[in-house]
């Protein structure tokens, strides 16, 4: 699991049996609370849907559990149906469970007898399917293609530290700052001076710092529009394009329909 660090996020205790093994991390959300969780079950063992359920209800209300189910169920793009998928699958049904999934292999056998399947997918809860979308990444040579995920959602931000100086700070201000207030004939007589003296270049270079260093602006959270809205507006900008290419009647009522 890799997050980045300037999100709100603790990690969660591992969630290990024979039959599941997955790592989970916490992030704070503007709605609450939202697990993500990375899970690998492996091949050999038959898992009951009260199985599923148990590791489900560790995940809390709102989470994404994405990885390797080792199984197959038509319903979130397999070949084939097993029976592990069919225990999945009731097990997600009884809870109110939705899946995301590319809907192509991601498992690729070195047997050329095999064929290839679906095995890597996500489950979710209290997550708004209509705004993610799901696409395979074949730039990896593993056996297993992995799937990205993107979310248009909200994620609180970790307060940034206070530092001397940005990428706007004008060395040259700076330099000119240290060079009029410094003071280099301090006597140390005394065992306070020392301390007096580091204190005042502390100061002296806190003070110039902040001089040569403009006040940043404070950025907006940027809104990012829902997938299915930005595919809507695509097709819209298309039917517009072939209309005003063509003068077609007919490109008119179809650009006129999406529009609406």
Partial sequence: MIVRRSLKHY??????????QATSIVLKHHLGELTITAVYSPPKHNIKTIDYEKFFQTLGHRFIARGDYNAKNT????RTTTTKGRELYKAMKNNNLHHLSSGQPTYWPSDTARQPNLLDFCITKGIATQNASVES?????????????NM??????????????????????????LQTQIKLKIPLKTTADPEDAVHNLTTVIQQAAWQATPPTRKQLPKRECPEIVKQKLGEKRAARK???????????????????
């Fill in 11 to 20: 990690l969660e205790t591992a969630y290990s049996t024979e039959h599941i």
């Fill in 75 to 78: 319903y979130w793009g397999a």
């Fill in 137 to 149: 990444s074949l730039e990896l040579t593993s056996d297993h293609t992995p799937i990205i995920v």
């Fill in 152 to 177: 248009h959602t909200y994620f609180q931000q970790q307060p940034k530290k206070p530092t001397l100086y940005n990428k706007n700070t004008n060395w040259e201000v700076f330099r000119e700052q």
């Fill in 242 to 260: 072939k209309w005003q290419n063509a003068r077609a009647p007919q490109d008119k009522q179809i650009y006129n329909r999406i529009a609406k």
